[in-house]
């Protein structure tokens, strides 16, 4: 079935990118995130054509400008990235990357931070496969999900009550966003997904790290229990607890670990001269 015609009876995505909470959200994912991302990328190099799926607030299309790229930028809500629209490398498409026909043999690199890992596992394949022939041969693939439980990411609180809370949040968290779909395993399976497709070089890169009340993961757990509010309160917590759940996250004497986010990258192959 051609990957613009596919029926999308899957995974729903949960939270509203085009609410104001949304918008924060999208910004402290991208604080916490970018750093690694920006690493990768370095690495690889920012040549040619590349395509931003699920481009968000814009600032890995942003980076690849400024390091000389052209870049396609694909996302359900391009508003974010009008600020953008006046550069003359830039282009965006408005619209789910599973719907979006793509061209063979048009991209030097395409990059995915928090797509997949909200896509349905048959369809995963079928994206990853239109991936590859959308690459230039020895193109690169680079696809960053989300790695982790949620348990024992406390490093460090007021009180065994504070740490049970914490915890809780992260146990309700996850069953809010895995009852819509959501695949926090995905990235540890990303690599043998990948090599299965027939992507060459394929290799993970790795990173966490702790952030104090007020910062980082804190206020991006923060904005999930807003955005989610109704949801946590159907699965039991109640407003009270909520409400010091979010004095916690403020709280300097709390730290917490981030998800392990895995950044898994791969090459299509070169053609071989006969």
Request: proline share 3%; net charge negative; glycine share 10%.
């Amino acid at each position: 079935m051609p990957l613009e015609t596919m029926d999308h009876n899957g995974p729903t995505y949960v939270f509203d990118n085009s609410s104001a909470e949304g918008g924060n959200q999208v910004q402290h994912l991208a604080r916490i995130l970018d750093p690694h991302t920006f690493r990768v990328l370095t690495d690889v190099g920012a040549r040619g054509h590349w395509l931003d799926i699920g481009a968000g607030f814009g600032t890995v299309s942003e980076f690849l400008l400024e390091r000389g790229a052209r870049v396609t930028a694909v996302d359900i809500d391009p508003s974010p990235l009008r600020r953008l629209e006046q550069h003359e490398r830039f282009d965006v498409v408005h619209g789910d990357i599973r719907q979006v026909p793509l061209e063979a043999r048009c991209f030097a690199g395409i990059h995915a931070r928090l797509v997949f890992q909200h896509i349905a596992e048959a369809e995963r394949r079928e994206l990853l496969a239109a991936l590859q022939r959308a690459l230039v041969p020895g193109g690169v693939l680079v696809l960053s999900d989300w790695a982790g439980t949620g348990q024992d990411l406390v490093r460090r609180s007021p009180s065994a009550a504070a740490t049970a809370l914490l915890d809780r949040f992260q146990s309700v968290l996850l069953g809010v966003i895995g009852a819509a779909g959501t695949d926090m395993a995905w990235g540890q399976r990303t690599l043998a997904a990948m090599v299965d497709t027939g992507f060459r070089d394929v290799a993970t890169h790795y990173d966490s790290r702790t952030y104090r009340g007020g910062t980082g993961i804190c206020l991006l757990h923060a904005s999930n229990s807003r955005q989610l509010e109704d949801q946590f309160l159907a699965a039991g917590m109640t407003i009270g607890e909520l409400k010091e759940l979010r004095r916690l996250l403020a709280d300097p004497g709390v730290t917490l670990s981030s998800y392990l986010m895995c950044t898994t990258v791969g090459y299509r192959a070169c053609l071989v001269a006969v």
